[in-house]
């Protein structure tokens, strides 16, 4: 067995390989089967390949935890997560923001991009729960990172984007229309609210009851949200009033991110003709709909996956999607959309593995639990 000497003991085994054979180690979360997150998790360090034309080496500054990295530790994704040549298993993580540390002369003028500048994951299960990556050119796809942290970078290609597009490609939404949106407090329902009202859409917004309600409430208000109600609430006479009165004008999209009862209940306040979008399952109860809103008032109900949008191979996507993360960054920029309620915690090398372990096994611990009101997001590197 390979002994490697280290000269003193607070240095990890990345910082001695690195300094001895000049090649960095990344400190990646993988496992070899799925299951519960806390128990199938261990932490893994590998050299990075050498660097070739068509490469660019990362270094990871933040990545965070969502409910689909869960879910793909789980084993109930559609997509695997990625594994690599020299880890036994797959690589968490599919969103996060890296910056740029070496690239080849190729991916440089492909990309436009040189040491320093900012990229973000371009396919699913890059692997983002890593201090070092290696990625091709189709991987990844640069960010303007002026004005950004680190925190608003990392969560901005999932959840945003998929608020983004909910709110612009179901309905021809106008200022002044509803939409009506439950797990209002999720990372995307955020993002709906703060969307919503920079495009002058109002909307009412859903939210388990809890001992903390009135200041979730505030939070999502201060955020733009125009009405936020509990679940128990939907079918409520005030409820009803409230478009009854003339308030508010009747919801023509509904956005999904629970299902079972609270997302039966949301879709009867759609209007005829209203579309009732499902992008989260997080109860995991079934979702029913009933017949009268498709026969007597023509709801239409929709899927919408971020995955299959950015897969989708039609011309000018990459494009697209460009200009869709350039209106977000300059809604972050002008701060009229905040990053999620986030809890940041640092995970990186400075840790000894086992630590790290633990780290990890507190974070999706934390990111899993119902009620939790808050983000967790790594901070693998400080921005320099
Ligand atoms: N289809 C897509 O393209 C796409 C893209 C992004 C996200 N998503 C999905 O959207 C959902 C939200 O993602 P996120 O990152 O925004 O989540 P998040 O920030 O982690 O928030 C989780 C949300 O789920 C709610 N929740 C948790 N357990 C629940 C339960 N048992 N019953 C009802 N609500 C529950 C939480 O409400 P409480 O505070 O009440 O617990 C919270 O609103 C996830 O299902 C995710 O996979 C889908």
């Not at 409430?217 to 939907?234: E, F, K, N, P, Y």
């Not at 995991?284 to 009933?290: A, E, G, M, N, Y």
Request: hydrophobic share 45%.
């Amino acid at each position: 067995m390979l002994a490697i000497p280290l000269r003193k003991s607070r240095e990890t085994l990345a910082s001695f390989v690195t300094r001895r054979f000049r090649t960095t180690l990344s400190r990646c979360v993988t496992f070899e089967n799925s299951g519960r997150p806390t128990e199938v998790l261990r932490i893994t360090e590998v050299p990075l390949p050498p660097l070739t034309d068509t490469t660019l080496h990362l270094r990871f500054l933040a990545a965070p935890v969502n409910p689909a990295d869960i879910n793909q530790v789980e084993g109930v994704y559609p997509i695997s997560a990625r594994s690599l040549p020299d880890v036994d298993g797959f690589i968490g993580g599919n969103e996060g923001v890296a910056e740029v540390v070496a690239v080849g002369e190729r991916a440089a003028q492909q990309l436009n991009v040189q040491p320093g500048d900012w990229v973000l994951p371009a396919v699913p299960a890059f692997g983002t729960w890593r201090t070092y990556a290696a990625a091709e050119i189709h991987e990844v796809q640069k960010i303007p990172k002026e004005g950004l942290t680190a925190l608003q970078a990392a969560t901005l290609a999932v959840n945003p984007c998929t608020a983004y597009r909910m709110l612009k490609d179901f309905v021809q939404l106008q200022p002044g229309d509803t939409v009506v949106q439950n797990g209002a407090n999720s990372a995307v329902g955020q993002a709906v609210i703060q969307i919503a009202r920079a495009w002058g859409i109002r909307t009412l917004n859903v939210i388990r009851d809890r001992p903390n309600l009135e200041e979730l409430s505030r939070q999502l208000r201060d955020m733009g949200a125009d009405w936020v109600i509990r679940d128990t609430d939907l079918r409520s006479a005030e409820t009803r009033a409230l478009f009854a009165s003339g308030n508010a004008r009747k919801p023509f999209l509904a956005l999904n991110c629970v299902g079972g009862k609270a997302a039966t209940d949301m879709l009867r306040l759609l209007g005829n003709g209203g579309s009732f979008v499902t992008y989260g399952a997080m109860s995991r109860q079934p979702l029913t709909l009933p017949a009268s809103a498709f026969i007597f008032k023509d709801i239409s109900a929709h899927g919408y996956w971020m995955t299959r949008w950015m897969e989708d191979k039609r011309e000018g996507r990459r494009e697209e999607r460009a200009q869709m993360l350039n209106e977000l960054i300059g809604m972050l920029r002008a701060g009229t959309l905040w990053p999620p309620i986030a809890e940041v915690t640092r995970w990186g090398h400075e840790l000894q593995l086992e630590a790290s372990l633990d780290s990890m096994r507190s974070i999706v611990t934390a990111a899993g639990a119902g009620l939790a009101g808050k983000k967790q997001v790594m901070l693998m590197h400080d921005v320099e």
